[in-house]
């Protein structure tokens, strides 16, 4: 006996994955924060410090640049870094972790920067670093 395909109704999807709250907005320092040790980036590499929504950089030449790991596509904030690039896990944005500058769509902003500098040997990053 062949039973026909039965189309069984999915009846037990919640929508509880679409709330967006949840802990708040995340955001980029409104403080100076220590980052860490200056050492820690070294020239033509990228850290990523995600508890800060932070990104810094080192240019070839020595310079440190930092910006704000806030995706400017919808806010989320940027989880992953690959060398210097930066991906985004809500809709695959990329930007370089060097200049800010969008590799991949769908964001086409570059990313806020942030003062940094060294002091004491130490990275500190956010407004009036
Ligand atoms: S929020 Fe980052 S790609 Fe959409």
């Known amino acids: 006996m062949l039973r026909g395909a039965a189309l069984v109704p999915v009846a037990g999807l919640g929508l509880a994955a679409c709330s967006g709250g949840g802990g708040g907005a995340a955001s980029a320092p409104t403080a100076p924060v ?16 995600r508890d800060s929504n932070v990104v810094v950089a080192r240019e070839a030449g020595g310079a440190l640049k930092a910006y704000s790991t806030i995706c400017t596509h919808a806010g989320c ?3 992953k870094l690959q060398g210097t690039l930066l991906i985004c896990p809500c809709h695959g944005s990329e930007f370089d972790a060097v200049t800010g500058k969008v590799r991949r769509a769908p964001a086409t902003e570059p990313l806020t920067e942030v003062p940094v500098k060294v002091k004491d040997g130490r990275i500190v990053a956010g407004p009036a670093a």
Do not use: F, Q, R, S
């Not at 220590?34 to 410090?49: I, Q, R, S």
């Open 77 to 79: 904030p940027i989880n």
């Open 34 to 49: 220590d980052l860490g040790a200056e050492g820690e980036v070294a020239p033509g590499h990228a850290k990523l410090y």
